[in-house]
């Protein structure tokens, strides 16, 4: 293993669902002097469903032959997803075109991660097909006499250990540029929720998590995601900051977005020295653009929908 310093360093920012981490993204990416190759676009295949978690997960703790092969299935739909330009009418991020060896790198993961593809019907496989009960009764004759299509490879992933080795291998290849040594900027690469596991797929890396004031976050979410219980938010807002106080690690830094904001020039200096780069570089970012998503949520709450936060919800109130 290469030293740390001949290591592609990574500099991820998180948030949990419009919690303001887009203006400490955009501090960073408008110095200029980090890469960062997605262009601002969320890298989603750490924490997406079907995802590296969900192959990891697999890989583990949950790790059985027919799951196995039915969640790399799943990745490379996934992926396919991920790696075509959106339309109107389709779900797409265009990985494909703002990482041009993306599909090859994946390929060469896949193959990496599978222990073992063995010729074989799997009960899964048959499970999973929609199809009426005509359909059904033929498939069921061809499988009994060995009629139907060419027996499917049966894919078993390797331990855990071995699996995230290649997910950073793969992240290493992906973003590496030898005659681009800048440390690596991007967005969203893994989940605000579960800051660490979420991000350890990228070997030499510093994460900087963002939360709000959950007033203006449930305002956020209900003009933007039509979230509109604020009962349920409540409950999901503790989930999350239970899970987030267990989190004591120096690889992640924590910045309440409203400090950020009218304390700019303080938490630049603090980000600058968690991430190891220098503050002295300026930025096109303007904290005083960000200062009116601060207290929006006069203009979408109602009172009862203010009081019943600001009474469950005291503790993370931004005075």
Same mark, same amino acid.
Request: aromatic content about 12%; overall charge positive.
């Given at each position: 293993?290469?030293?740390?310093?001949?290591?592609? !360093? #990574?500099?991820?920012?998180?948030?949990?669902? #419009?919690?303001?981490?887009?203006?400490?993204?955009?501090?960073?990416?408008?110095?200029?002097?980090? *890469?960062?190759?997605?262009?601002?676009?969320?890298?989603?295949?750490?924490?997406?469903?079907? &995802?590296?978690?969900?192959?990891?997960?697999?890989? &583990?703790?949950?790790?059985?032959? &027919?799951?196995?092969?039915?969640?790399?299935?799943? +990745?490379?739909?996934?992926? %396919?997803?991920?790696?075509?330009?959106?339309?109107?009418? *389709? #779900?797409?991020?265009?990985?494909?075109?703002?990482?041009?060896?993306?599909? /090859?790198?994946?390929?060469?993961?896949?193959?990496?991660?599978?222990?073992?593809?063995?010729?074989?019907?799997?009960?899964?496989?048959?499970?999973?097909?929609?199809?009426?009960?005509?359909? #059904?009764?033929?498939?069921?004759?061809?499988?009994? =006499?060995?009629?139907?299509?060419?027996?499917?490879?049966?894919?078993?992933?390797?331990?855990?250990?071995? =699996?995230?080795?290649?997910?950073?291998? +793969?992240?290493?290849?992906? +973003?590496?540029?030898?005659?681009?040594?800048?440390?690596?900027?991007?967005?969203?690469? &893994?989940?605000?929720?579960?800051?660490?596991?979420?991000?350890?797929?990228?070997?030499?890396?510093?994460?900087?998590?963002?939360?709000?004031?959950?007033?203006?976050?449930?305002?956020?979410?209900?003009?933007? %995601?039509?979230?509109?219980?604020?009962?349920?938010?409540?409950?999901?807002? /503790?989930?999350?900051?239970?899970?987030?106080?267990?989190?004591?690690?120096?690889?992640?830094?924590?910045?309440?977005?409203?400090?950020?904001?009218?304390?700019? %020039? !303080?938490?630049?200096?603090?980000?600058?020295?968690?991430?190891?780069?220098?503050?002295?570089?300026?930025?096109?970012?303007?904290?005083?653009?960000?200062?009116?998503?601060?207290? !929006?949520?006069?203009?979408?709450?109602?009172?009862?929908?203010?009081?019943?936060?600001?009474?469950?919800?005291?503790?993370?109130?931004?005075?």
């Amino acid at each position: 293993m290469n030293s740390k310093s001949n290591l592609v !360093k #990574y500099i991820i920012v998180l948030g949990t669902t #419009y919690s303001g981490s887009g203006a400490v993204y955009d501090y960073l990416a408008g110095r200029g002097d980090l *890469r960062d190759p997605l262009l601002g676009k969320e890298y989603l295949l750490p924490q997406m469903p079907n &995802g590296l978690m969900s192959l990891e997960a697999t890989s &583990g703790p949950a790790f059985h032959p &027919g799951t196995s092969d039915f969640v790399i299935s799943q +990745f490379k739909k996934t992926v %396919k997803k991920l790696c075509r330009s959106g339309k109107p009418w *389709r #779900y797409g991020e265009g990985y494909n075109f703002l990482l041009p060896s993306f599909e /090859k790198q994946i390929e060469e993961f896949i193959n990496e991660i599978c222990a073992a593809n063995f010729p074989m019907r799997l009960t899964w496989q048959r499970l999973m097909k929609s199809q009426s009960p005509i359909r #059904y009764f033929i498939n069921l004759l061809n499988y009994k =006499f060995n009629l139907s299509e060419k027996v499917p490879q049966s894919r078993l992933l390797v331990c855990q250990n071995d =699996f995230i080795i290649a997910a950073q291998n +793969f992240h290493n290849k992906l +973003f590496q540029i030898e005659i681009d040594k800048r440390p690596i900027l991007l967005n969203q690469a &893994g989940s605000g929720w579960n800051p660490i596991s979420s991000t350890k797929y990228f070997l030499n890396r510093k994460i900087v998590l963002i939360t709000r004031d959950p007033r203006d976050q449930f305002a956020e979410l209900k003009l933007f %995601k039509k979230a509109n219980s604020v009962k349920e938010f409540i409950n999901w807002y /503790k989930e999350m900051q239970i899970r987030l106080k267990h989190i004591n690690n120096p690889l992640v830094m924590h910045i309440r977005f409203e400090d950020f904001v009218k304390n700019n %020039k !303080k938490m630049v200096q603090t980000l600058c020295d968690h991430v190891s780069i220098t503050s002295n570089f300026l930025s096109n970012y303007k904290p005083n653009s960000s200062k009116k998503n601060i207290g !929006k949520y006069t203009e979408f709450l109602d009172q009862k929908e203010i009081n019943d936060i600001e009474t469950s919800l005291l503790e993370y109130i931004y005075f």
